[in-house]
């Protein structure tokens, strides 16, 4: 794979792999199916118009009512043709797919004083900006199965400048929206679509198994607050491939609640696999947290690439957490351009209240990172546990983060584990391999 693409090149290199010309790399296509519908009905039927000024909420809603109360054996497709369909947030039902043409935009209503509220989501225990409740996402499903949503490139288009217009004026009265957000759902594709200016986190599967995100390009300015690109959140079969992600925070994030709220209801995130994301950000490439209270654990991050980074690969927990983070590996990863290649730190994130455990501290324990290659970063990388709970079985297996000029150097406190072919040289607290041995396989 190309150590950096632009969003062009990149497109160009997924089609090349869907085509088969690079090989056949590993993939997650067999978690959920595919489905062909036996039934199609367009927007229009129910009164849509992509003339870009009429709204057509009610016409989503209706032709969603329709699928959901005439079942059809094997679902129904809703067709999105050509054109910009106006909207705001809807639900989508079970047994449907979304699917957008290609030059079909669906594009959000910048109308947020009729923006629907939602219940916050009991991991969090309120909204994850604000106390009370949230703006629901755009496109919004709760407790769904057999959801696709999928397209020729089509574009969901958040218009999110009014709502970080109101973060940063600090006139929010509750969180913002996400672009895409389903909740205890199961089954589900969301592929072949353009993500753009979402108002919050982009793509949010929360309480959900079996999720597919493939072949998938979200976009926002580097300066849009929290857009994350892709975040699972105590789910669990979960894997996001072949995509392209440019943002201003977080391109991928594994998260699974917040404090004593995440605590309580304690649901993990698990068996999530990330490969062949590219992308660009001035937060993190890759993060597990920092909400990991329910647990995060069998995470395995491959082939990635990463420019014009803040940090490369971000794991990120606090005292009052809790839960865990655990079994995670990350193998083959480029960088070039990062304020930091990796960052393990137990001093990151926010509370929701003053009712958080303080004696709830996190455990970090078996993170395997390989095959990095870095140019232009400026600092290798920080790894600092917690002196109550120190980090454990850390292990750096060539991992190779270089700046312009000098080597600069590595910070590292309350862990312990394995080094190999490490440059420039670990910290000290990580046992360096002797006569070509693996220090990092005594660590495991």
Not at 15 to 32: D, E, F, H, R, Y
Not at 269 to 291: K, N
Not at 320 to 347: E, F, K, P, W
């Amino acid at each position: 794979m190309p150590r950096r693409l632009s969003l062009a090149g990149f497109l160009l290199w997924a089609l090349l792999v869907q085509c088969g010309a690079a090989g056949a790399p590993a993939t997650c296509s067999g978690i959920v199916k595919m489905r062909d519908r036996p039934e199609t009905i367009s927007i229009e039927e129910f009164g849509g118009v992509g003339d870009g000024k009429t709204l057509n909420t009610w016409a989503f809603h209706n032709a969603i009512y329709r699928i959901q109360h005439q079942r059809k054996r094997g679902g129904t497709l809703l067709y999105v043709p050509p054109g910009v369909w106006l909207t705001g947030s809807f639900n989508l039902t079970s047994h449907m797919t979304l699917f957008l043409a290609q030059g079909a935009v669906i594009r959000a209503t910048q109308d947020t004083a009729n923006w629907p509220l939602i219940d916050p989501l009991p991991s969090y225990g309120r909204g994850r900006e604000l106390p009370g409740g949230r703006y629901a996402s755009l496109i919004h499903g709760d407790g769904l199965r057999d959801v696709i949503i999928t397209g020729d490139n089509g574009t969901i288009d958040g218009q999110g400048d009014v709502w970080w217009n109101m973060w940063r004026q600090k006139s929010l009265p509750f969180t913002r929206p996400h672009l895409v957000e389903l909740m205890r759902s199961r089954d589900i594709i969301i592929s072949n679509i353009v993500l753009l200016n979402s108002p919050f986190w982009n793509i949010h599967p929360v309480y959900c198994n079996n999720v597919v995100v493939r072949f998938v390009t979200v976009l926002a300015p580097r300066d849009s607050p929290n857009t994350d690109g892709v975040d699972p959140d105590s789910s669990n079969g979960v894997c996001i491939e072949d995509c392209y992600i440019s943002t201003g925070d977080d391109l991928v994030a594994v998260k699974s609640g917040w404090d004593e709220y995440g605590i309580a209801y304690g649901q993990p995130s698990s068996d999530i696999t990330v490969r062949r994301v590219v992308g660009s950000t001035p937060f993190a490439g890759f993060a597990v947290g920092s909400e990991t209270s329910g647990g995060v654990e069998n995470v395995l991050v491959e082939n990635v690439t990463f420019f014009d980074v803040g940090v490369g690969i971000h794991l990120k927990t606090n005292i009052g957490r809790g839960g865990y983070i655990r079994n995670v590996t990350v193998d083959g990863v480029s960088i070039s351009g990062a304020a930091v290649g990796l960052r393990i730190a137990g001093d990151v994130g926010d509370h929701p209240d003053d009712g958080y455990d303080h004696t709830a501290v996190p455990e970090v324990d078996g993170v395997t990172i390989r095959a990095v290659q870095g140019e232009r970063v400026q600092q290798p990388g920080s790894i600092l546990g917690i002196k109550a709970a120190p980090f454990t079985r850390i292990c750096l297996d060539d991992v190779k983060l270089l700046r312009a000029a000098g080597n600069g150097t590595w910070r590292c406190a309350d862990i312990s584990g394995g080094a190999i072919a490490v440059q420039p040289g670990p910290c000290s607290d990580l046992s360096i391999a002797v006569n070509g041995t693996a220090a990092c396989s005594s660590t495991f």
